[in-house]
């Protein structure tokens, strides 16, 4: 029988059939479509990303995604400092969303060990603990959405241990793997992640992390995690919008907006999508200057070779006589728990 032909109202109707909104596609017709995106290499010629080795990339990498490719954004997690109750609501979306691929835009990982900012005197900070729970945050994020690759654009919170080491000890800062000719104290060797393994760390080419490194999607829509601040959500990723004449959208804001730009021949969009950590942690002390910071994300498909990419906000709602988050994608809302 149908679950629609056991709801009592058509409340409850409209509630199941929300919640039979699948992405149902084969394995098999995934990896298909995952084996026609390509990217631009530096030394020119397009490849196909299933054959792309490198752990981690220095600049502007370009892919080229086909019809269809679902993507998912996620904005300034900040772990250890994420929101728990955020994130278990946003598995729920990304294990029925299924999306191709998964792209962290940077402050994934708070590196509050390293931070000028004043801590606690009673909090304990241990370095491993943080990285340690990073790393679980990354691969179960991974894991549930069943993406086919995962990117991240490394922001400032990810350049702490540059920044540090350039501060107190440039000598060792200069230090590089031998391999791989990375800083021996890069992102993703401190996390533990392996060249041959479907994730790909993009950085800036001149090493301020994240400031200069992005991802050009289909040649328009370009993703950064962001420098220019603007008082108004959407402004700071216009200022790259004008400048470069592209559509941009970036988090290291905390804010959730977009702006639209006419030209003569097209709409230029910028988009900001928030943030997913927790302010009331310590590590977000500073957060409460952002007066107008909101949490979210993004999502979207690849349809006529545009790229189009919404943005998710995280709003309170109240839900069985409780109040709680909850955000809508398409006809389906996805809600906390307590």
Known sequence: MSKLMTARTIEEAVKKARGTRMFNESQTAR????NQI????????TLPLSKYSFLRYQGVLPLNLPDGVRIVVLPDIHAPAHNKQWLWMIEQFLAEYRPH??????????FFFLSRWPKPPRQGYNAMQELEESRELHDRLIKVSGCLWAFETEGNHENRTNSFLSAVAPQISTIVDMDTQEPVMNYSKLLGYKGGERITFVTDERGFGGYGGCIILNGHKRLIHGLPLRPRAGGSPRVFTDQLGQDVMHGHSHRIG??????????LTAQEIGYLANPNRAEM???????NGHPGLAAGE??????????IPIIQAI??????????YGDREYVTED
């Not at 691929?101 to 708070?110: K, M, R």
């Not at 977009?258 to 709409?267: C, G, L, W």
Request: charged share 20%; aromatic share 12%.
């Open 101 to 110: 691929i998964l792209i962290f835009i940077g402050d994934s990982t708070d």
């Open 38 to 45: 390509t990217y631009e290499s530096s030394a020119g010629g």
């Open 302 to 311: 690849v349809i006529g070779g545009t790229v189009n990419l919404e943005l």
């Open 258 to 267: 977009e702006n639209h730009r006419e030209t003569f021949d097209e709409t």
């Open 319 to 328: 839900h069985e006589n409780r109040l709680r988050y909850s955000m809508w």
């Open 31 to 34: 990896e298909n479509l995952f």
């Open 285 to 291: 002390s500073y957060h409460n200057l952002l007066s």
